[in-house]
């Protein structure tokens, strides 16, 4: 377990972002707030700069932010809040990295309350990351969902070309809309899965140019010779393929798509993206081969299941990746269902949605895509990436297939005329 230097703040900080003016006027009684950050002892906190605290009240939406470190006490208004730490450090060795921390749900309702974050450095990654998940799915024309049209798109977001052999693709095991105790807790270690398909290769010979996308489908064919309201993906690069032993289930092999090596899935038929998105899904570098991955990394939990017939101890295994594999994760929910983040914040402090409550009909033909953050002076594509998809990712917005091969953006809506960078802002002609 690491150690961490407590620092204890009373600030009053500069305001960064504009807040309404009555929040802090003589007639409003607003409590000083005691921030204490637990640093990782290798991390001097006075080597960091651009360091900002947020406050976000969870019933008003209102966010506040301040600089740090600074002279003076913060003042809130008596709620709940998440509050959010990020800062940038240059390493010893000249890597550039963040430093972020989280804590969720703090009550203020006095003075002197106690707030607890902990910091984590994260060296900014030189790999793939996700640019879009699009776990919704579309629908047919008698109003059922159509199946097997799911896929996640990696980018490279780099300035030189990365080798996509060994990116392992993994879903998790935990839900993030059913918060429950797992002993052990092992979330700060690694993230528990229950999917993991891995990109084939010796190690260079699947390059990925700066700027270029790689497709990860599901099913690699034309959907739309099945179900007219969905698209083609007989273009992706790989496809993840189960040979099912279910015979009334059986999963789809594209001829003209090669397949993901399978290393393990909890289903004895086939793997979908949980089309409401109820989990992280993210891609990794496994250091380890298949045998000894699935020999060495099992894992064994309990918790208890509290249900209106009364409380069940329950004990389960599925497989964990440690935190230090992971390059890039997403946790993704529908709106109004998240309670929680089943990876560390040091993998994403935030999360994404698609439709606003559960079994919504609305999140059909709906993605999160990355956001866009600057076009580069070589024209290459910058997507934003700060290991918060609260952030970085637009939430509900059409998929990129959709628009890019002009198919229908829902029942009854008509087809897609525009084409985007992230889902929101449009490619000028």
């Not at 230097?5 to 005691?34: G, K, N, V, W, Y």
């Not at 917005?397 to 953006?409: A, F, G, K, R, Y």
Request: hydrophobic letters at 35%; aromatic letters at 12%; charged letters at 20%.
């Amino acid at each position: 377990m690491k150690s961490y230097i407590l620092f204890f703040l009373i600030i009053a900080m500069t305001i960064i972002a504009s807040s309404c003016d009555d929040e802090f006027s003589s007639s409003t009684t607003t409590h000083d707030i005691d921030l204490k950050i637990g640093f990782p002892d290798d991390i001097d906190p006075a080597d960091i700069t651009d360091a900002i605290v947020t406050f976000r009240n969870l019933s008003s939406w209102q966010v506040t932010r301040f600089s740090y470190p600074s002279k003076g006490d913060i003042r809130l208004l008596p709620g709940i809040y998440d509050v959010e730490f990020s800062a940038s450090i240059v390493l010893g060795n000249g890597n550039d990295a963040v430093i972020r921390g989280v804590s969720r749900s703090i009550q203020i309702v006095s003075d002197a309350t106690l707030v607890r974050l902990t910091a984590y450095c994260n060296i900014i990654t030189d790999d793939l990351i996700i640019s879009e998940v699009f776990f919704t799915g579309t629908l047919q024309n008698s109003g059922n969902q159509y199946y097997g049209d799911d896929y996640i798109k990696l980018y490279n977001n780099t300035d030189h070309i990365v080798y996509a052999d060994g990116i392992t693709l993994f879903e998790s095991k935990f839900l993030t809309t059913q918060k429950l105790d797992f002993s052990p807790d092992i979330m700060e270690e690694a993230v528990t899965v229950q999917a993991i398909y891995t990109i084939p290769g010796t190690g260079n010979e699947h390059p990925v140019k700066p700027g270029e996308y790689i497709l990860l489908a599901d099913v690699g064919i034309d959907h739309r010779n099945a179900n007219p309201n969905s698209f083609s993906l007989e273009h992706a690069d790989w496809e993840w393929y189960d040979v099912s032993s279910s015979p009334g289930n059986l999963d789809i092999d594209s001829p003209n798509v090669p397949n993901l090596d399978k290393w393990y899935c909890y289903t004895n038929s086939f793997w979908m993206l949980h089309n409401r998105g109820y989990k992280a899904f993210g891609i990794a570098r496994i250091p380890v081969d298949k045998e000894t991955y699935l020999k060495e990394y099992r894992y064994s939990y309990d918790y208890d299941l509290v249900t209106n017939a009364g409380t069940f101890p329950m004990s389960q295994t599925a497989y964990k990746i440690p935190n230090d594999w992971v390059i890039d994760v997403v946790n993704c929910s529908v709106e109004s269902e998240w309670q929680w983040n089943v990876t560390s914040p040091r993998l994403d402090m935030g999360w994404a949605y698609c439709g606003n409550i559960n079994n919504d009909k609305s999140r059909f033909f709906k993605a999160v895509r990355r956001k866009l953050l600057y076009i580069a002076d070589d024209g290459r594509i910058v997507l934003k990436d700060t290991d918060n998809s609260s952030v970085d990712f637009n939430s509900n917005v059409t998929p990129s297939e959709i628009e890019t091969q002009h198919t229908l953006i829902g029942l009854g809506q008509g087809t897609s005329q525009i084409i985007t960078y992230d889902g929101i802002t449009p490619i000028s002609k």
